[in-house]
């Protein structure tokens, strides 16, 4: 590279990136391969629209890498072409959520998301987020007893409040969701289900987590989490007498988005390809088992875990422990200085504020692909545990 600006701060960041524990629960670290057709000619390609049906000329090659990311992320879920469709050109997690409800949603509408402060997305309706602005939030919340989702009390809000989707799947809940409940409500107040799996959709190709597929009617999805791909998004729709794809084709173009970036979609097929693996498989189940271990040693050495545990590969951390412990901008900065690094995170009916919150959220995607066992996280644990300790 002849930038040697940009070169040096690049490998600053590779060596920052070797040298750290990352416990971020929503990154991960890519293949070379997924690296390599990021950084491929394909970038310089115009291709508004879709396969067959561009605003440019010269497609034939890139129609091919769409079409093949769009087979490899149906074959990763094992969805079949006739029941299922998918839009690969989603940017990222944000605007494939807002294309979703512009789509589907009319304009003033309700989206039932779960609220920012117990788990959920901005991007479910929160008041700062354009999903916010341009749609109505019914938000829900967990139970304040055991931490989890309260499917009585969605039902009821559901029914009361007649949204035109529900939105289920979120950035900060460690539990398994019962994606069966939430079809049941969502058919008892007549609204769609839109399933975001960003955060588990790694742990669900991998056979480690249940699929929503069989309940939802659309599901969007991050890449670059769990699914270890570039940053990207993906939205399934279900194919029946509704029409939902062609809605959500003609929300993310021309609705959202003008033309597609084809080197990101021809990494996301790499990733999609190494997810479909016997390896994944593999990897998938060691991420749970990882996090499960974490969580253990955390609560053996004192802490609380929010829901007492995990079921995934991520898990909030009660720092605060109502005044006996430290705040969470805190617990943060201070792993920072060790080399540990987490993001604070507000816990479900947190007394503190989100700029300095009473959790932090703990993820163990990342240092999996990196090769670490339970015995590692472990370890993990007990250093956090030392760092931590006032
Ligand atoms: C990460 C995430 C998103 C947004 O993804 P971006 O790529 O950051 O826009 C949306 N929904 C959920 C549940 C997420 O975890």
């Given amino acids: 590279m002849h930038d040697t600006q940009i070169k040096k701060l690049i490998d600053a960041e590779k060596r920052r990136q070797k040298n750290v524990i990352n416990l971020i629960a929503s990154e991960n670290?890519?293949?070379?391969?997924?690296?390599?057709a990021l950084g491929s000619e394909l970038t310089n390609k115009y291709a508004e629209g879709y396969?067959?049906?561009r605003y440019y000329g010269g497609n034939e090659i890139v129609d091919q890498i769409e079409n093949l990311a769009k087979t490899r992320a149906l074959t990763v879920f094992s969805l079949k072409p006739e029941?299922?469709?998918v839009n690969v050109q989603p940017l990222s997690g944000s605007p494939a959520n807002v294309a979703v409800y512009l789509a589907l949603v009319p304009q003033g509408g309700k989206i039932m998301g779960m609220s920012l402060d117990h788990g959920g997305h901005l991007t479910h309706g929160h008041k700062v987020s354009i999903t916010g602005k341009m749609w109505t939030q019914v938000p829900y919340g967990v139970s304040k007893e055991t931490e989890r989702i309260d499917y009585d009390a969605l039902r009821e809000l559901a029914v009361r409040e007649k949204p035109a989707i529900i939105v289920a799947?979120?950035?900060?809940?460690?539990?398994?969701i019962d994606w069966a409940k939430f079809r049941e409500i969502a058919d008892a107040c007549g609204a769609y289900l839109m399933v975001d799996l960003s955060h588990t959709a790694g742990l669900v190709a991998g056979g480690a987590y249940p699929s929503p597929?069989?309940?939802?009617?659309?599901?969007?999805?991050?890449?670059?989490?769990?699914?270890r791909g570039p940053r990207s998004a993906l939205i399934f729709s279900k194919k029946d007498t509704?029409?939902?794809p062609v809605k959500i084709d003609k929300a993310v173009f021309p609705g959202m988005q003008g033309g597609p970036h084809l080197n990101q979609i021809a990494a996301v097929a790499v990733a999609l390809q190494e997810d479909a693996a016997p390896a994944f498989k593999k990897y998938a189940a060691q991420v749970v088992k990882n996090a499960a271990a974490l969580s253990d040693e955390l609560q053996k050495l004192g802490w609380r875990i929010v829901s007492g545990g995990t079921d995934s590969h991520l898990l909030l951390v009660d720092v605060w422990m109502a005044g006996k412990g430290i705040g969470g901008k805190e617990a943060s900065d201070r792993l920072e200085k060790a080399g540990i690094?987490?993001?604070k995170n507000t816990i479900p009916n947190d007394a503190r504020s989100p700029v300095d919150p009473s959790g932090i959220r703990l993820g163990s995607a990342a240092e999996t692909t990196r090769g670490k066992k339970e015995k590692d996280f472990r370890e993990i644990a007990r250093k956090i545990d030392k760092i931590l300790r006032t």
Avoid: Q
């Fill in 29 to 36: 670290y890519v293949s070379k391969d997924v690296l390599e």
């Fill in 51 to 53: 396969s067959a049906l």
């Fill in 83 to 85: 029941e299922w469709a």
């Fill in 169 to 176: 799947g979120f950035t900060a809940y460690p539990r398994v």
């Fill in 213 to 227: 597929f069989p309940y939802a009617d659309i599901v969007t999805t991050t890449v670059h989490k769990t699914l």
């Fill in 242 to 244: 509704r029409g939902l």
């Fill in 341 to 343: 690094i987490v993001n």
